[in-house]
């Protein structure tokens, strides 16, 4: 049982920037890869971003690399997703999730949290 709350969305600009925050409970954070995934109206949930358990390695989805940030403070248990350069296809509710493995993958994420809506305007 991981329990997971994101907070820090909003209504932004285009072009302007957030920072999402998810905060995470339990003593096997850091074996976890996190991630972030977002879902828009009418969408399947997409994958945004991971990172592993250490906060080594990342991954981006297409869409969103060298814009977005994914990073993690282990001894905070907190995740982080900085969000530059923001785009009105951005506009989505943002989910965290904790994997069940320490790699940066697409898939395999077992808990997930409330979510945080993020809506960017043109």
């Known amino acids: 049982q991981v329990p997971l709350v994101e907070s820090g969305g909003g209504l932004v600009q285009a072009g302007g920037s957030l920072r999402l925050s998810c905060a995470a409970s339990?003593?096997?954070?850091?074996?976890?890869?996190m991630g972030w995934f977002r879902q828009a109206p009418g969408k399947e949930r997409e994958f945004v971003a991971a990172?592993?358990?250490?906060?080594?390695?990342?991954n981006y989805a297409d869409s969103v690399k060298g814009r977005f940030t994914v990073s993690r403070d282990n001894a905070k248990n907190t995740l982080y997703l900085q969000m530059n350069s923001l785009k009105p296809e951005d506009t989505a509710v943002y989910y965290c999730a904790a994997s069940t493995s320490t790699l940066a993958m697409v898939d395999n994420y077992d808990y997930w949290g409330q979510g945080t809506q993020v809506t960017v305007s043109s």
């Open positions: 339990g003593r096997t954070f850091s074996s976890r890869a």
């Open positions: 990172i592993s358990g250490s906060g080594y390695s990342t």
